[in-house]
């Protein structure tokens, strides 16, 4: 093509010579290329793929195969053969690039820039896209050796095609070198070379400072170079795909993890590795853009997005009867686009000009509110068969918008435009989407089921800082009123639909019989919804639950409550969201919006809504000791969901050890401080603290006793509520005391249900009850209590391994058993030895020790039982 010349090869074996070949070169050319033609050919059709892929990968590893290789890919009807040999010139230079000559370096790269623009029309996609991919890669790999004459030289080609001077063609395969040469340059998608992270870090940076901007810039002027064309053109013309493929650049650049605005000016070799392979997990995922001061004129002042809403808004009016259009690339890469400018902050924004971020936010809302609104029509246009990638395209709008404002501002955004703010519109949108999701109600994951994860994301992201403040600091009345009216069509929506669930025998869908793991992170940002205005939502919950529970009594023994016992189930998980956190490994605070949000005075903390709700659940799970209740009302998941609640409240209620956080409230003297002192003290040792601990206790001996073979229920039971009672030391101090951690004591040595739990069930329930002697009053109590409660097994264990007959009865499945149980045991117990059970520990395992090298001999191919005992 005109303007286009390519370099002369370097010279070398495999085909060096620049100049004209001769009739015994040209043969040996043909027969390279024949062979490595045959090969490719060979390897699609399945023919002898070993020798096949020997021959290509022989290309490559050649001395300076680069003749042959430019011969092939001028020369072959064989696309594959061309990709594979492009293939090998990159395989060929960065190994051996530290013997080529400069004039060599330059002559490869050149040569695969000018191969891309003179055959930008082929219908080969793949082979042009290899060689840019390897004139990139060669680019980065001379970058630093480069001078700036030398780059200039080089990128002037590419910017004249970028310009259109050559054609469309050519315009879109500029375009697509530079996405190859941003994509190289970027540490997340750059090619492995073998060379240090300070080489990447150094082109990265580089390229950042020097020629990032330009590159937007060209890519710019090439959009809007053919936008007036294809939007009067009534039809698709070629200068789509150059428009999207510039769309999709800048796109990219904007990804780029700018870090040369900050005054760090060192080298980070630490930084974002090599390609990282492997799609995230998360659905909403979003990336800060924050290019610097520099950038201002290019992606603010210029009018930049201005012009893209009206390409976009152009576009989707013209086409508006198209309902294809949405999905066709150059809508996607706009939509796009659009989204990532909602992510634009920092530097970017002048300081001293502070309503020039709102405007920009409030310019490109402007554009995408259409997109979602109103919802109500949104969704029946999807659901009567409308693309919905333009209303989860808007749902992502609102996700970015929500980290890069504060919730005033993204309140007032909408004001202008509407006759409400955004975050009544954002509940609003948001209950419409459940709305369909019920409706749906179906196993696979629909268009709903990702904006409604979406959009809790934005309501997480607005509001998780105001989570560790005061709500009415942060979130405006109506917001506040917004977050009300959305938990509670929230709730209303959960319990239908796990009533809905509760004849479903398939168990196979993730909502409808999604375990509490599963469900935690829907319920996180449930919670965090509910805190923003606590006022409301505790004392709804307490409503709802109280009435739950009327129906239970009522209904029993007369009608089926199965249905109530589910709402009952997803009722208190959420509960358990909303009024205490995970923690974490760390002891969880009560949550700011309980602490600030109730003003509540000391002697009428039973009227606290927290503590009127919190006792109301801790009555119910009392009733469970009741055997008739137990058996019409307390089903084993019920039970999973009240032991869960306990866990997770007892955590951070029950008896707190938090009084550096009294101290850090109250020393403001605020009254609204006093609701968590109220909390706190109400359920401390000194006040409920004791008797709620022993209805947990009795809760807990009756589901290890009472419901044998439910594992996930007494898993439960053991790994969270009675091990986290005995993770702090003052609980420990009551716990020992009372007449039903003895009861639970005895029970484990006796009763036989409990020698059925689960085999690390029982290590945990060792480990527990051992680890409780640390409330004991001294070291010889803490002794004596560990022997009374583990003497039965160093009994057992000396009997069995005594008898005469121990080797022939050993393999029976009862003694099996039996003895699994008895090493777990042990095991539980010396995990939780410490100083002052050290003594009686070691006294158990010094009296079983014999005994355990003939348990080793017998069940030496028995590996679980070998394992026990290792």
């Known amino acids: 093509m005109q303007g286009f010349t390519a370099a002369a090869p370097p010279a070398g074996g495999g085909g060096g010579g620049g100049g004209a070949a001769g009739p015994s070169d040209l043969a040996q050319l043909q027969s390279t290329m024949q062979a490595i033609e045959l090969a490719c050919t060979s390897i699609q059709m399945h023919i002898n793929p070993a020798a096949s892929e020997a021959v290509i990968l022989s290309l490559g590893q050649s001395s300076q195969p680069y003749k042959?290789?430019?011969?092939?890919?001028?020369?072959?009807?064989?696309?594959?053969?061309?990709?594979?040999?492009?293939?090998?010139?990159?395989?060929?230079?960065?190994?051996?690039?530290?013997?080529l000559s400069a004039d060599d370096k330059r002559g490869l790269i050149s040569f695969c820039l000018c191969y891309t623009m003179q055959h930008a029309s082929s219908p080969d996609v793949f082979v042009q896209a290899k060689v840019s991919s390897v004139a990139a890669q060669l680019m980065k790999r001379g970058w630093l050796e480069f001078t700036t004459a030398e780059k200039e030289t080089l990128f002037y080609q590419v910017n004249q095609a970028i310009l259109g001077i050559h054609g469309v063609d050519v315009q879109f395969a500029g375009i697509k070198f530079l996405e190859s040469l941003v994509s190289e340059f970027s540490p997340s998608t750059s090619s492995a070379m073998g060379l240090p992270r300070e080489f990447h870090e150094q082109c990265r940076r580089s390229l950042e400072l020097d020629y990032l901007k330009i590159f937007y810039r060209w890519t710019q002027e090439a959009a809007l170079s053919v936008t007036n064309k294809i939007v009067e053109s009534d039809y698709a013309v070629p200068e789509v795909k150059v428009c999207t493929a510039a769309l999709d650049l800048m796109l990219q650049i904007l990804n780029w993890d700018f870090r040369c605005n900050t005054n760090d000016t060192k080298v980070n070799v630490f930084s974002a590795g090599i390609r990282q392979d492997g799609d995230s997990p998360r659905r909403s995922e979003y990336h800060l853009v924050q290019p610097g001061s520099d950038w201002r004129d290019v992606l603010i002042s210029s009018g930049h997005v201005g012009w893209l809403l009206s390409l976009y808004s152009a576009l989707r009016k013209k086409f508006s009867c198209e309902g294809y259009w949405l999905d066709c690339p150059i809508a996607v890469s706009a939509r796009k686009l659009i989204v990532q400018f909602c992510s634009l902050t920092g530097a970017v924004f002048a300081s001293d000009d502070v309503k020039m971020h709102e405007h920009h936010l409030l310019q490109l809302l402007s554009g995408i509110i259409e997109w979602v609104d109103p919802p109500d029509a949104v969704s029946r246009a999807i659901e009567s068969g409308k693309s919905e990638s333009e209303m989860l395209d808007g749902c992502r709008a609102l996700l970015a918008i929500a980290h890069v404002a504060t919730p005033y501002v993204f309140d007032d955004l909408l004001k202008p435009m509407r006759p409400f703010g955004t975050l009544t519109f954002l509940s609003m949108l948001m209950s419409e989407v459940i709305k369909v999701l019920m409706t749906s109600n179906t196993d696979e994951e629909?268009?709903?089921?990702?904006?409604?994860?979406?959009?809790?994301?934005?309501?997480?992201?607005?509001?998780?800082?105001?989570?560790?403040?005061?709500?009415?600091?942060?979130?405006?009345?109506?917001?506040?009123?917004?977050?009300?009216?959305?938990?509670?069509?929230?709730?209303?929506?959960?319990?239908?639909?796990?009533?809905?669930?509760?004849?479903?025998?398939?168990?196979d869908a993730d909502y409808l019989h999604a375990s509490v793991s599963a469900m935690d992170e829907?319920?996180?940002?449930?919670?965090?919804?509910?805190?923003?205005?606590?006022?409301?939502?505790?004392?709804?919950?307490?409503?709802?639950?109280?009435?739950?529970?009327?129906?239970?009594?009522?209904?029993?023994?007369i009608v089926d409550l199965t249905e109530t016992m589910e709402e009952l189930y997803s009722l208190l998980l959420i509960i358990g969201h909303v009024i205490a956190d995970e923690g974490e490994g760390e002891i969880p605070l009560v949550p700011n919006a309980i602490q600030t949000q109730f003003v509540v005075n000391a002697m009428e903390a039973d009227k606290h809504p927290v503590i009127v709700l919190s006792s109301s659940i801790i009555k119910f799970a009392e009733q469970c000791q009741n055997p008739e209740m137990r058996s019409s009302v307390f089903s084993p998941r019920l039970m999973e969901s009240l032991i869960w609640f306990l866990a997770r409240w007892s955590r951070t209620y029950l008896m707190s050890s938090d009084g550096n956080g009294d101290k850090i409230l109250d020393s403001g003297h605020h009254p609204e401080h006093s609701s968590k002192k109220a909390l706190l003290s109400f359920f401390g040792e000194h006040n409920q603290g004791k008797p709620v601990l022993d209805i947990i206790v009795r809760v807990s001996l009756v589901t290890l006793i009472s419901y044998p073979g439910e594992k996930d229920l007494q898993g439960i039971t053991c790994y969270q509520l009675l091990h986290s009672l005995v993770q702090q030391k003052h609980i420990c101090i009551h716990l020992v005391t009372l007449n039903s951690w003895n009861e639970l004591a005895t029970a484990f040595s006796t009763e036989k249900t409990l020698f059925l739990l689960d085999t690390a069930h029982q290590r945990s329930l060792a480990q527990t009850l051992v680890r409780s002697a640390s409330g004991m009053r001294n070291s010889d109590t803490s002794s004596q209590y560990v022997r009374n409660l583990m003497g039965h097994i160093a009994t057992y264990i000396?009997?069995?391994?005594?008898?005469?007959?121990?080797?022939?009865?050993?393999?029976?499945?009862?003694?099996?058993?039996?003895?699994?149980?008895?090493?777990?045991?042990?095991?539980?117990?010396?995990?939780?030895?410490?100083?002052?059970?050290?003594?009686?520990?070691?006294e158990l395992g010094f009296s079983v020790m014999n005994p355990i090298l003939v348990l080793l001999e017998v069940y030496k191919h028995e590996l679980s039982i070998c394992y026990s005992n290792l």
Not at 84 to 93: D, G, K, L, N, P
Request: aromatic share 8%; net charge neutral.
């Open 522 to 557: 829907r319920l996180s940002s449930y919670s965090l919804i509910a805190r923003a205005s606590v006022d409301v939502t505790i004392p709804l919950l307490h409503g709802v639950f109280s009435e739950r529970v009327a129906r239970l009594n009522q209904g029993r023994g």
């Open 798 to 842: 000396v009997e069995m391994s005594s008898k005469s007959n121990f080797k022939s009865i050993a393999q029976q499945p009862d003694i099996l058993l039996s003895v699994s149980c008895m090493l777990e045991r042990l095991r539980g117990a010396a995990s939780a030895s410490e100083p002052r059970t050290q003594k009686a520990i070691f």
């Open 68 to 99: 042959t290789c430019k011969f092939i890919l001028e020369n072959s009807q064989v696309a594959t053969a061309r990709f594979q040999a492009a293939a090998a010139i990159r395989e060929a230079a960065i190994r051996e690039w530290g013997f």
């Open 446 to 507: 629909t268009w709903s089921w990702e904006a409604r994860d979406v959009l809790l994301d934005t309501w997480t992201a607005l509001l998780t800082p105001i989570n560790m403040i005061s709500a009415n600091a942060l979130l405006p009345s109506e917001g506040i009123k917004a977050a009300a009216n959305l938990f509670g069509f929230i709730v209303e929506c959960e319990l239908r639909m796990a009533s809905a669930s509760a004849f479903n025998d398939e168990g």
